[in-house]
């Protein structure tokens, strides 16, 4: 049996970034939590941590850390559900970590779950990553479900498809006008000698626009990196670049600077999936229902063929 102080010790550590920050918020010294966090590992055999400048954990340790947060989800759901129990002023809220990307999330995903969050006093810790790597969170044990482009299930995971992510290529009018000939047709060569506007260096969304509509791979262009939403958007409308933004986002843009299409028409198509625990809480199935209702509202249909991002 494993050891609830010892477990509890290690997803502190892991969840604070150090064990200064983990005595503080478990209210022990510094060598209590230490003491825990060696016993622990010396019980199963195995390091569970990876000491450095950053900590993180091993393959074990990233076991425990989902295997941690499952029980304190069902433990949580368990204690709600007992007739008469009482929970201590500010203890009834059940808190749910998930990984999703920065477009989702804005877009479809906490509008289609704000209304269940509310009702089930559900707090949300969300890790922002893009969708080819926040399945990441889910293996570490960070999270308990990922919107991500990754159809195969992860051990102990399901994958549900979700839908269609389509995002449009857009400029200020002036910037477009600077990518076409004199007979109005678009050149890629003039295009790439402009800056993208990218959301950070993960975002490979220009490179499948370039390949797909033009055959252009690996090309070099001048890039902005902003990765905040806002931002991003900022500099599209002050004419710094050229990006690639989702349909709902250009929907919903009454009042603000003009964005056209680089190339009306052409879209580069992001295939989502929801992986989540294959075994999972009460608190966090009804998430995943929201997450899966707000996508079939919010999201292009998935063709039947469809497999991972079609890039």
Known sequence: MLDARQLEALVAVLEQGSFGAAAEQLHLTLAAVSLRVKALEESLGQRLLVRGKRLRATAAGQALLAHARQLQLMEA???????????AAGRDWQRLSVAVNADSVAAWFLPGVAPLLRQQRLLLDIVIDDQDHTHDALKNGEVSGCVTTLAQPMRGCVAEPLGVMRYRCVALPALVQQCRTVRGAVSPHRLIALPAVIFNRKDALQDAFLERHFGLRQAGYPRHFLPATDAFMAALELGLGWGMVPEQELAQRAGRPELVELLPGAT????????????????????????????????????????????
Not at 285 to 295: I, S
């Open 77 to 87: 759901d368990l204690l709600a559900s007992l007739p008469g129990h009482a929970p």
């Open 268 to 311: 580069v198509d992001v295939t989502l999936y929801w992986q989540h625990w294959l075994r999972e809480p009460p608190s966090a199935q009804r998430l995943t229902q929201a997450v899966k209702q707000a996508a079939s509202e919010q999201l292009v249909p998935m063709p039947a063929s469809a497999g991972q991002r079609d890039e």
